[in-house]
């Protein structure tokens, strides 16, 4: 059985409410210190089949079960869109964000900042 799919917005922002709860859901599963959007929606060229790509930076201290994606799809289940989730602990996604074809680079410079600062 086929289920609906969320639409995307090519300006993505926490006004829009499948985004919003996203993020919620994500807060309250890991705790973290920030939330990414990257990937095709943060840069405004999402096609119809595009997702929501999020990179979740938490406490370096943060559980075994709080820096595994798996999290984050039982969090997310029943939102009706597709999100994919990446989780990196603080001191490694810093470390990484200085070379600069790494992922934290790009999310560095190419991603929006949905939750902390």
Known sequence: MPTERATISKSPSLDEPI????VRRLVEAYL????????SVAR???GPDSDYD???IVP?????ERLRSRLAYR??????TAVDVVVWPKSSFERRARV???LPATVSREGLLLYGF
């Open 44 to 46: 405004g060229d999402a």
């Open 75 to 80: 969090a997310l289940r029943g939102t009706g």
């Open 32 to 39: 973290p210190e920030r939330i990414y959007l990257f990937g």
């Open 54 to 56: 999020i990179l979740v």
């Open 19 to 22: 985004l919003a709860e996203v």
């Open 60 to 64: 370096d201290d943060a559980t075994p």
């Open 100 to 102: 600069a074809a790494s």
